[in-house]
């Protein structure tokens, strides 16, 4: 048995732990399998040499860490990705919707919050939570980032095209806006 395959066997539980804490208690084991199956199929000197020198824990986490949240892993295709569509809820969206009564202030909210979906319409999924949880929670790109695990780069880039879909919807409805006031 070698070293790493004796550390694995020896830290499988912490691991198992970690991995859990990180991705959920669903996805947590086929995190780790993934990992491990990953490491031992490479037998890799640089995992032997990271075990003489007592920093494969450490290593492990930050490959923990990259595998749980990253859309360009092995594991993201083979586990993640499918469960994506399923788990991810229209976030604190309908719950502000269900809230809505029926006196003049929430009726004029209802409003608002009908008009803000209509102006999202042009945008992708992807596009639309993001801008929901950008503003609906006043998040920060670096809070937004550190709580999703994708970059502040990607989350600023698909904001800005989120409000540039936005103020292109805006502009058209100004215009078909305007266009039926000249015909009446």
């Known amino acids: 048995m070698t070293c790493v395959q004796k550390f694995i066997s020896n830290n499988f539980g912490h691991l198992q732990k970690v991995c859990a804490g990180v991705i959920g208690e669903d996805l947590g084991d086929d995190l780790l399998q993934d990992i491990c199956v990953t490491i031992l199929e490479d037998n890799g000197q640089k995992y032997r040499d990271l075990c003489a020198k007592k920093e494969l824990m450490y290593y492990l986490l ?3 860490r990259i595998n749980a949240f990253s859309k360009n892993t092995r594991f993201y295709y ?13 976030i604190n969206w309908n719950d502000i919707r269900e809230e809505v009564t029926d006196n003049s202030y929430n009726e004029i909210l209802r409003l608002k919050l009908a008009h803000a979906e209509t102006m999202l319409d042009g945008l992708t999924w992807f596009e639309k939570e993001v801008f929901k949880i950008y503003y609906l929670h006043s998040h920060s790109l670096k809070t937004l ?21 936005i103020k292109r919807n805006k502009t058209q409805s100004q215009e078909n806006a305007k266009a039926c006031e000249q015909k009446v």
Not at 78 to 90: F, I, S, V
């Open 62 to 64: 930050g490959v923990i």
């Open 78 to 90: 083979k586990y993640k990705k499918h469960r994506e569509k399923e788990t991810h809820a229209e």
């Open 145 to 165: 980032s550190d709580a999703t695990g994708i970059s502040k780069t990607t989350i600023n880039q698909t904001l800005g095209r989120a409000r540039h879909k």
